[in-house]
């Protein structure tokens, strides 16, 4: 994957392949695309020199990715610097593909697979349906161009290795804007692949509020739902949406017995569908013992993060006779919010009795509920 540009016009802060698309790096959702293929074996990225770090942070996590390389002068240096880094492993088939084009489709890196089966290039590409015309010296039109048999080349380009591999080793710098060109030259057959519209590359400032389009026609909501209970214990206080409140008895609890940021967890590990909050932090794990329960929030958030996804609401209902919750509400929504990095008016706080009835009416503990509202990004 070539990576190492500096996206100059795109007017981005940092290179553009750095820059956010709903919420996550283009570089990165470019990455996942690429590496969720069942018959990519291991992606590797060719990046600027000064981006390391930028490149570390952008990728951590995403499978099957090799040490990355650093680019030459030009792409087709780039290109070359990451199938030398290749060649080692000797393997038989490689894509070459733009980081910028983040919305490349399974079905299109099928086809460019399956089709190195009997050829030695292939490309992905979409036929030209427009009319062509050539700008004259003095900025007016000096022809039509008949656009029949015209396609637009985009990537990936796929390639027998050995093939691809010896064309940029025999070919002079800067000889061909894109890699089937090598293969041309020397009258090789490439294969054109009828590629998705979607997979347009992000060139210009306007191409991102097209992509972020894209994004949101991919989007859902979703609903999670979460409950805790906690019983009480001899103690002087009680902690609720990460606020110690004064009382006359504590939560029993593994950790600190956060009712409503337990309650809250498992809100959100539901709406991704990803279990409760057992199943990250359970309580026969000695190194929760005591723990402050905005550890497991900001973690839920973590996951939401790495989902696409965005955290939209927060619903809170806590049960409880005593202690009194409505002097507390506003910090507890402040401190809950900070867990989250949440604007406050996305966070309800409310506080109900049950009238004397059940184990919360005997105020042998406290209930909460938890719904949120979640914006979560589709694979499709």
């Known amino acids: 994957m070539v990576a190492?540009?500096?996206g100059v016009r795109a007017q981005t802060d940092i290179p553009k392949q750095y820059a956010c698309l709903g919420g996550r790096p283009i570089l990165r959702r470019t990455l996942e695309a690429i590496a969720a293929h069942p018959q990519i074996d291991a992606v590797l990225c060719v990046i600027g020199e000064p981006d390391l770090a930028a490149y570390a942070d952008a990728s951590a996590g995403v499978p099957k990715l090799l040490p990355p390389v650093t680019g030459g002068r030009s792409r087709q240096a780039s290109v070359r610097a990451g199938l030398e880094a290749l060649a080692a492993k000797a393997p038989q088939k490689v894509l070459i593909h733009d980081a910028a084009r983040p919305f490349i489709s399974h079905k299109t890196l099928t086809a460019l697979l399956e089709t190195l089966?009997?050829?030695?290039?292939?490309?992905?590409?979409?036929?030209?349906?427009?009319?062509l015309k050539r700008q004259s010296t003095a900025g007016g039109i000096d022809a039509t161009v008949p656009r029949d048999g015209l396609w637009r080349a985009a990537t990936p380009q796929?390639?027998?290795?050995?093939?691809i591999l010896n064309a940029h080793r025999s070919a002079e710098p800067d000889a061909a804007t894109d890699d089937a060109a090598l293969l041309e030259a020397?009258?090789?057959h490439v294969a054109l692949i009828p590629d998705d519209p979607r997979n347009f590359?992000?060139?210009y400032k306007e191409d991102f509020a097209l992509a972020e389009s894209?994004?949101?026609a991919t989007r859902e909501t979703r609903t999670g739902f979460g409950f805790d209970v906690h019983a009480f214990e001899p103690g002087d206080a009680v902690i609720l949406g990460g606020v110690t409140i004064p009382?006359?008895?504590?939560?029993?609890g593994h950790s600190d017995a956060d009712v409503v940021l337990h309650a809250l967890c498992d809100a959100i590990f539901g709406g991704l569908a990803l279990g409760d909050i057992g199943t990250f932090f359970p309580p026969s794990d000695e190194k929760w013992r005591g723990a402050p329960s905005d550890l497991f929030a900001?973690?839920?958030?973590?996951k939401v993060a790495a989902a696409g996804a965005t955290l939209v609401h927060v619903d809170l209902t806590i049960i409880a006779e005593a202690p009194k919750i409505g002097p507390h509400r506003d910090a507890m929504r402040e401190r809950i919010a900070d867990i989250l990095s949440l604007e406050g008016d996305r966070i309800s706080v409310k506080a109900t009795t049950t009238e004397g009835l059940g184990f919360t009416g005997r105020r042998e503990g406290i209930a909460c509920q938890a719904v949120v509202t979640l914006s979560v990004e589709r694979d499709s």
Not at 117 to 131: N, S
Not at 247 to 252: F, G, I, N, V, Y
Not at 298 to 302: L, S
């Open 247 to 252: 009382h006359s008895a504590k939560l029993k």
């Open 158 to 163: 796929g390639f027998r290795f050995e093939t």
């Open 4 to 6: 190492g540009g500096r």
């Open 214 to 216: 894209l994004i949101a």
């Open 298 to 302: 900001k973690a839920a958030m973590a």
């Open 186 to 188: 020397e009258n090789i």
């Open 117 to 131: 089966d009997h050829a030695e290039g292939a490309i992905a590409a979409l036929p030209v349906a427009d009319t």
């Open 201 to 203: 590359k992000i060139t």
